[in-house]
Every structure is written in C-alpha cells, then in structure tokens.
C-alpha cells in the first residue's frame, strides 16, 4: 500500500518592530494573504469562555472568594474569570492588574469608552495590548470592580518572590497579580484572596537578568 505524502507549507515569518507596528494589522493580513483562519487571543465568546475556567476550577475547588486578582491585556482572561466567579458567587471582588506603561483598560474603563494607548514600554510584553477589545471591554465595564497598576520594578520583586518562595516561574505578566499584591496595589482586602499566576512564557536567559536585584 502506497503511503500518502503531505506537503505542509513554509509559512514565513514578517518582522515586526513591536514599539511601531500593530502586530493584529500583521497577523491579519497574513491570514488574508494565505486564506489562514485567525484565531483570537481574547476578543472571542468562545475564547473568554475558556479562559474563564482558569478562575471557575480554583472556586469550584476551594469555595467561595473575598476577592479574585488576576492579569489584564486584551482583557479575555479576566472578562471570563469574572463571569465564571461572579456568576457564582456575585460578592466576589475581581480586581484585574496591569503594568503602568500599558493601562488602557483602566483608562478606558474611567472614560466610559475603549481608549487607544501609545505602545506600552514594559517587560510585561503580554499585556501590551494598545486598545480593549470590544467583547472583553463589555463584559469588563460591567463585571470589573476596580484595575490596579504596578511598575516592572515590582513585577521583577514579584517575579523573583515567586521563584524563591513559591518555587514558580513565572513570565512577567503573570507576576503582576502578586506584584499588586505584595505592594498593596490591591487594597484592603478580605480573608480569602485567589491569585491567577498566568503564565511561564519566559526563557531561562530573560528569566535569569529578569531576576537579577538591580537589572
């Protein structure tokens, strides 16, 4: 029997430079150019709602929460974990986190209106969204209790509190939750706080200079 050969495509990366360009105006444009479906990285129903369960296991598991503090980029990660632990337990308090340089959904949400930012200058490269997306700025308007910022400073401190304490790497931009944390950034706060440390998306090498005191 004669095997069947498939010929998988060379797909050819376009250089972007991150403080100029707009990488969702690339990434559509390839998909046009070489009929590639998009997929979303948070502005979607299905997308928000997957990423919700990232708050609705920890509930389900531990019970009911004073407050839930967890990363803000595009805003699908914390529009789906508010919708899952307010839709369960109403009093909970959801506080989303997000680096100084790139506040837009703070902004926006105090303007009552998506706001465009200029590209945000911050190792917390995950949450260098310019503008809310449309879906998740929606359900964030409505279900959000209050966004709290930190400097990378803090984001490295929590990097490398994570590292030490909690033996947990942790990419910048899942380190600002307890960033918020361990500088008061969150307020008072009641007994029972949950945390969503987002992601390890960081190499050893940025990883290590990340964590060096003083870099």
Do not use: W
């Not at 909970?92 to 200029?118: F, K, M, N, W, Y």
């Not at 879906?135 to 930190?150: I, M, P, W």
């Amino acid at each position: 029997m004669r095997g069947v050969g498939y010929r998988t495509p060379v797909l050819r990366s376009r250089t972007l430079d991150r403080c100029t360009g707009d990488r969702a105006a690339v990434a559509e444009s390839l998909a046009a150019e070489r009929g590639l479906t998009l997929v979303p990285p948070y502005d979607h129903p299905h997308v928000i709602a997957g990423q919700g369960t990232a708050a609705l296991e920890p509930v389900e598991e531990t019970g009911e929460l004073g407050a839930l503090i967890a990363p803000v980029g595009g805003g699908g990660l914390i529009a789906g974990s508010a919708v899952a632990v307010k839709g369960l337990h109403p009093a909970t308090r959801v506080i989303g986190v997000e680096p100084e340089a790139g506040d837009d959904t703070r902004r926006s949400l105090e303007a009552g209106r998506r706001v465009t930012v200029p590209v945000p200058r911050t190792i917390a490269d995950g949450q260098a969204a310019l503008t809310p997306g449309e879906l998740t700025f929606a359900v964030n308007r409505r279900l959000l209790d209050e966004v709290v910022l930190v400097d990378d400073e803090a984001i490295k401190e929590a990097m490398r509190f994570a590292f030490t304490r909690l033996k947990t790497v942790l990419e910048p931009s899942g380190a600002t939750p307890p960033a918020a944390l361990l500088t008061g950034r969150a307020g008072p706060l009641p007994p029972r706080v949950g945390l969503i440390l987002s992601g390890g998306n960081v190499d050893t090498e940025r990883f290590a200079r990340l964590r060096a005191p003083g870099d």
